[in-house]
């Protein structure tokens, strides 16, 4: 399984949102701070808004620490980009988990300190209240409307 972990982040670092998703179990069930909880077609759907948001753009990924044992997977990532909405540079820190089914990614957790990030991508607006549950909800919101719209665009 640490195969697989090491494959999902290779695509990751070339922006390759097709390998990422064949990586995943039909079922998959991903979250994050900033999606909350995707299922199945969403999830890869995520990873290939994402990849096509970042191509050509100053957008790094540097994953490290793959391993798998009792039947866990885990990776640190790194991500280096600038953040569309206010043009600050953002470095976001994220630890994975992921289980896995028939040699797939079946569960995928990615955290990360969300009000880290918001401080970084909002400066202020962030400082002030990138903490609270309020933040986090209306984030979760607003992500997922990017998502809808994307998947709109790609099943038209």
Not at 28 to 49: S, V
Not at 75 to 100: C, K, P
Request: proline residues 2%.
């Amino acid at each position: 399984m640490k195969s697989i972990i090491e494959r999902f982040y290779k695509a990751f670092e070339a922006l390759d949102p097709e390998a990422m998703a064949a990586c995943y179990h039909k079922d998959i069930r991903f979250e994050d701070p900033a999606f909350g909880n995707l299922k199945g077609e969403h999830a890869g759907n995520m990873w290939r808004m994402l990849c096509n948001s970042q191509k050509g753009k100053d957008f790094v990924v540097e994953a490290s620490n793959f391993s798998y044992k009792n039947g866990i997977g885990r990776a640190n990532w790194e991500a280096h980009y600038d953040f569309s909405q206010t043009g600050r540079r953002v470095h976001n820190i994220v630890e994975a988990e992921m289980l896995f089914k028939d040699g797939k990614i079946i569960r995928h957790v990615d955290d990360f300190h969300l009000y880290r990030w918001s401080r970084q991508a909002l400066g202020l607006t962030g400082t002030l209240i990138g903490w609270t549950p309020f933040f986090k909800k209306k984030l979760n919101q607003q992500t997922n409307q990017l998502l809808r719209k994307f998947e709109e665009k790609i099943n038209a």
